[in-house]
């Protein structure tokens, strides 16, 4: 039976539209957009500019992947096939372990030292655990105190200049504290200095906290937390360096 002339142009406009789709995403500079192998050629390039030493440590991961994965086969009497199997598989996980954890210390260095360059480290915080909120509170100077609620309860990061960022934070830490009644509410000021965290050690010294609160808390501190950023602004932040490769955020989590 023939097709109608209503059914042909449908058929028409929905291939037109996956064409147009395909082209979208083709000259899309958006990560998301890419496919799997594009992303990571990307994510080595980026890495690469900023760790010279990437291709030496994947090269050495490669290798002792492979290594290990033929003395293991010949230890056990693994057939070959099994035993060249094996070792490609072992080569491709260690290089993709070790390119992921580079790239996570390259993309800290590359922002390190811009206004919110702290928001780069919190969103590598396992986000099954932890939620994370940029900028809450900010000075003209952009001197930032950005949030993350999970299991130590609410904690405050403030990054910029200390004479500033002092009474910004202490101000941040008792509002909380009105609010989140009997929630710890620690307060972290990022920098090289006495008593502050490194970028590069912020994501450990957050994981690091003693546990204070259970998960099904964290809906409800969530739930009192809106009312307090409804009136608040939003400060213009440095975008996440990464594309979204599917497992890469759990992967640089150290999961």
């Not at 099994?82 to 490609?88: D, R, S």
């Not at 200390?162 to 941040?172: D, Y």
């Not at 450990?204 to 009192?224: G, R």
């Amino acid at each position: 039976m023939a097709k109608s002339e209503k059914a042909k142009a449908l058929e028409a406009k929905q291939k037109a539209a996956i064409k147009a789709e395909k082209l979208r995403k083709k000259n899309s500079d958006n990560p998301a957009d890419w496919g799997r192998i594009r992303q990571y050629v990307h994510l080595y390039k980026t890495t690469a500019e900023i760790d010279p030493k990437l291709n030496l440590w994947v090269a050495l991961a490669v290798v002792a992947a492979v290594a290990v994965s033929v003395l293991f086969g010949v230890l056990t009497n693994a057939w070959p096939i099994l035993i060249v199997i094996t070792a490609i598989l072992m080569a491709l996980l260690a290089a993709n372990l070790v390119l992921l954890r580079r790239a996570k210390q390259a993309a800290l260095t590359r922002h390190a030292g811009q206004a919110g360059s702290a928001a780069v480290a919190l969103q590598m915080l396992n986000a099954k655990k932890y939620s994370h909120q940029a900028a809450i509170a900010f000075t003209r100077e952009m001197d930032m105190v950005h949030r993350v609620v999970g299991p130590s309860g609410v904690v405050l990061v403030g990054e910029g200049q200390p004479g500033r960022l002092r009474p910004l934070l202490a101000q941040e830490q008792r509002r909380h504290q009105q609010v989140l009644f009997g929630v710890p509410v620690t307060t972290l000021v990022l920098g090289d200095g006495e008593g502050q965290v490194k970028l590069h050690d912020l994501q450990k010294a957050i994981e690091k906290l003693p546990k204070a609160i259970q998960p099904s808390q964290q809906t409800a501190i969530q739930q009192k937390l809106r009312s307090l950023d409804a009136v608040r602004p939003k400060a213009p932040l440095p975008k996440g360096p990464l594309p979204n490769v599917k497992g890469l955020n759990r992967a640089m989590r150290g999961r």
